[in-house]
């Protein structure tokens, strides 16, 4: 495996996971009171968001040709951070 490769499926493995535990947080939110509930679902929309925009950032890195892969990396750890921001501060409102 090229180290190319290996960062591809990194960052496809750190996505699913955040992803899998989203699930989590999201049944949590679920069962929230009332009044708390719709801010809940508001920003689970968001870190639905943030998720979409990751996976296609991923999806161009897989189809990046060598001119553009250390572009695309760049781009790619910024939206998977802001990815992980939003889920970790998401988490700690439950």
């Given at each position: 495996?090229?180290?190319?490769?290996?960062?591809?499926?990194?960052?496809k493995?750190?996505?699913?996971?955040?992803?899998?535990?989203?699930?989590?947080?999201?049944?949590?939110?679920?069962?929230?009171?009332?009044d708390?509930?719709?801010?809940?679902?508001?920003?689970?929309?968001?870190?639905?968001?943030?998720?979409?925009?990751?996976?296609?950032?991923?999806?161009?890195?897989?189809?990046?040709?060598?001119?553009?892969?250390?572009?695309?990396?760049?781009?790619?750890?910024?939206?998977?951070?802001?990815?992980?921001?939003?889920?970790?501060?998401?988490?700690?409102?439950?």
């Open positions: 495996m090229s180290k190319r490769d290996i960062y591809i499926e990194k960052m493995l750190q996505l699913d996971e955040l992803n899998a535990k989203m699930s989590v947080v999201e049944a949590k939110a679920a069962e929230a009171k009332d708390v509930r719709e801010k809940y679902n508001e920003e689970m929309r968001k870190l639905r968001h943030h998720s979409k925009l990751a996976l296609a950032k991923l999806d161009q890195l897989k189809e990046a040709g060598d001119e553009s892969w250390d572009k695309l990396v760049a781009e790619m750890v910024k939206v998977s951070d802001a990815f992980k921001h939003s889920f970790n501060y998401f988490k700690s409102q439950l």
